[in-house]
């Protein structure tokens, strides 16, 4: 497996940054994430452009084993978390088949990555690319959105230390595995603009212990406000969003262990005229 990714890396273009690290340095964190091992962090990084760079050569190295790319993803969307990772601004990784693969109710490990964790989390897809000149106006926005979805998300921080901005963009966030509920239709208004901001989400286990809630504002302001600053990073990269990517937009928790055995439910209320849900047990 490691000759294969070393082969597959070395092979991709690499665009020159004074620290982004090489196709060994991404091997081996690659390696890592598929034995389920730590790794420790990627040394030498002074920019997130290199944390962008070393994203591109993992992203590509895991298409076999996780999928294609499918959208994207937007975390650090709170000031707080920004500065505990040393950044000004939310950060971006790709979405991939992985990510979206697992439906509500299913059931996975407890022990599903290197350093598994859960999130509650939110998605939204792409109606059409007129998306990408809809400005800041979030009901201009929300015409381009077809479907919100409840979403879990379980992330691999596989990284056993050094945690900053570049090394979160190395590993790409870390999104792994998603449990994906029912897809709501979005209702182009500003009633519904308005339900965003106010719907509460809570992450509750099956002990009836709540673990985490937050309000549609937590993440920056409004979560079609993470969509405009999406399309924005996207243009300074020459990128565009597509018909049909889905996008998760917000942590609505933070980055929990999990439990052996424990069934993790999601609940958002206020969005529409009944709580909706999504849950995840694991093994």
Not at 51 to 75: H, I, N, T
Not at 89 to 113: I, K, N, T, Y
Request: one cysteine or more; glycine letters at 8%; a negative charge.
């Amino acid at each position: 497996m490691r000759r294969l990714l070393l082969a597959t890396l070395a092979a991709l273009p690499v665009t020159a940054h004074a620290a982004c690290p090489d196709a060994e340095a991404v091997g081996r964190v690659a390696e890592a994430l598929l034995d389920n091992q730590p790794s420790p962090a990627f040394t030498g990084m002074t920019s997130l452009a290199d944390g962008f760079c070393a994203q591109a050569q993992l992203v590509e190295s895991l298409r076999q084993s996780w999928g294609r790319p499918v959208g994207y993803k937007v975390g650090l969307t709170s000031a707080p978390v920004q500065q505990r990772f040393g950044v000004n601004q939310p950060l971006r990784g790709v979405l991939m088949e992985s990510s979206v693969s697992l439906r509500d109710g299913a059931e996975v490990p407890a022990r599903f990555g290197a350093v598994p964790v859960i999130e509650s989390d939110f998605l939204m897809r792409v109606r059409d690319d007129g998306i990408n000149q809809a400005g800041r106006d979030r009901l201009a926005i929300l015409r381009h959105i077809d479907v919100v979805i409840p979403y879990i998300e379980l992330p691999d921080l596989v990284l056993s230390g050094g945690f900053d901005g570049p090394n979160l963009l190395a590993i790409n966030l870390a999104p792994r595995l998603g449990v994906v509920g029912t897809p709501i239709p979005v209702e182009a208004t500003q009633d519904f603009v308005d339900r965003l901001a106010s719907m509460t989400v809570t992450m509750v286990d099956d002990r009836g212990q709540e673990r985490a809630r937050a309000q549609g504002t937590a993440a920056l302001g409004h979560p079609l406000d993470v969509v405009a600053f999406l399309v924005e990073d996207l243009a300074r990269a020459g990128l565009r969003l597509e018909a049909g990517q889905l996008l998760s937009v917000a942590g609505y928790s933070p980055l929990l262990p999990l439990e052996a055995g424990r069934t993790y439910t999601v609940r958002y209320e206020g969005l529409v005229a009944q709580p909706v849900s999504v849950s995840v047990r694991t093994r």
